[in-house]
């Protein structure tokens, strides 16, 4: 059901209403109409929760793989051999290649050109090209910002720990690990020492081919070197697609659980709880079923430098004060005597006002910053653009008036214009009304 005021200037039996919608009458004598949108509650400062993942392994294996993807071919230069290798190389290549082609489409994804990949072909590995296109998708990280955070991890890695806590600078910093990336450089290792082994016995017996017998020795020798190359591959491809993962989350302000589990991340901002200001606080519970509203009230600020990706997480921190917002919605008045009879309507200063308890205190919301508050479970988060005034006098009448309606503010504050009303105004509500009439003004 959709409740709607009504200002009419026919009779209301003659309105048509549906089970979709609900009238309810506007008086004629009212002025503003002040609509609850709901409690609010104010941003003071910002909490910096900065993560980082070392892709220094990731970029040593994928250089490895390079290496040996170029050389493989010399197993098979041999024309009388042809056949029997073959075969192999193709599908190591083509499995390569569609690695290649993922990395493509990562690049694609992320809004970088052909034109990017070539030009950043000296540097090394995937998120290379990914780092310089962050900095514009996924949230400005201008150098203040890298060099806050770069001089907050290199004090994590001086300290030897996997969490600091940097009271000064209200930042925590994580040194994360993605447990299907980060411990495998030594098995990787191994297997290309494994593999190098067998293409050296290769080489030498595929020199000394006398009989069919070898070649069937060499066959079975070729199909192993065959199934360590695509074990590397497909363990490449999936590590690839992994940090892929990582990265679509955090455009979509998201921690992909690789990165940190949501356990992990409960028990983060409980320990950041303990640590800032006793005068704010996170604006959302800090249990492990109530971090489900984290995406909706951080920005994430992702970039890479020093084989490092380092994500900024800004979560709001709110002061203790609460507010009750409004929508303000001049409300033609009929004003009914020989000289001036006529439809009038109150100019405001404000479209939306968020007022404390008692009504003493005020701010004030653009419609474009309203837009950017964000909306919890339980009450809206705003940035202050404008400070939190007293209400006196000498505000504007609409400020004056509110939950006034049978006093009146300073007539010279009531600007009030002559209007041409010739039809019904309809307008959607979101929650309940009250209004307020200066007739005196007319």
């Known amino acids: 059901m959709v409740t709607s005021f009504l200002v009419n200037i026919i009779e209301s039996d003659e309105i048509n209403t549906s089970e979709y919608f609900s009238y309810t009458p506007y008086g004629v004598g009212r002025g503003i109409q002040y609509e609850g949108l709901g409690p609010v509650r104010l941003i003071g400062a910002q909490y910096n929760l900065v993560m980082f993942y070392s892709l220094k392994e990731y970029n040593t294996k994928y250089e490895l793989l390079g290496e040996k993807i170029k050389n493989i071919t010399n197993l098979c230069t041999d ?105 495998t450089i030594n098995q990787t290792e191994q297997l290309y020492n494994n593999i190098t082994e067998k293409e050296q016995k290769l080489n030498e017996k595929m020199s000394k081919i006398q009989n069919k017998t070898n070649d069937i020795l060499d066959l079975l020798m070729k199909n192993e070197i065959h199934n360590l190359y695509t074990i590397i591959i497909n363990q490449y491809s999936y590590e690839t697609e992994i940090l892929g993962q990582i990265v679509t989350a955090a455009r979509e302000g998201m921690i992909h659980p690789s990165l940190m589990t949501p356990q992990e991340l409960a028990s983060t901002l409980k320990a950041i709880e303990q640590n800032i200001k006793k005068i704010y606080s996170i604006p959302m519970g800090t249990k492990r079923y109530e971090i489900n509203e984290f995406q909706k009230i951080t920005k994430i600020r992702i ?42 309507m109150m100019d405001i200063t404000y479209n939306n006002i968020a007022v404390t308890k008692g009504y003493k205190r005020f701010t004030t919301y653009t419609d474009q910053q309203l837009n950017e508050c964000k909306e919890t479970s339980i009450y809206k988060i705003c940035n202050t653009p404008q400070p939190i005034q007293d209400n006196n006098e000498r505000q504007p009448c609409e400020v004056q008036n509110f939950y006034k309606a049978d006093t009146y503010a300073n007539p010279e504050l009531c600007t009030v214009k002559k209007i041409n009303l010739k039809r019904s105004i309809y307008q959607k509500l979101k929650r309940k009304i009250h209004g307020f009439t200066q007739e005196k003004r007319l």
């Open 303 to 344: 970039y890479y430098s020093n084989d490092r990706l380092v994500f900024d997480i800004v979560i709001p921190l709110i002061i203790d004060t609460e507010l009750t917002l409004y929508r303000l919605t001049p409300v033609p008045m009929r004003h009914n005597q020989d000289n001036s009879s006529g439809w009038y």
């Open 79 to 183: 024309q009388k051999h042809q056949d029997l290798c073959g075969k192999y190389q193709l599908v190591i290549t083509d499995l390569y290649n569609e690695i290649t082609k993922q990395k493509e489409r990562t690049y694609m994804s992320l809004g970088s050109t052909m034109e990017d990949i070539k030009n950043n072909r000296k540097k090394r590995g995937l998120i290379n090209i990914i780092g310089n296109t962050m900095h514009t998708l996924f949230g400005i990280c201008d150098d203040k910002c890298t060099k806050k955070t770069q001089e907050a991890i290199q004090k994590t890695e001086e300290s030897g720990t996997n969490i600091l806590h940097i009271m000064t600078a209200q930042t925590t910093v994580v040194k994360s690990t993605i447990r299907s990336i980060g411990n």
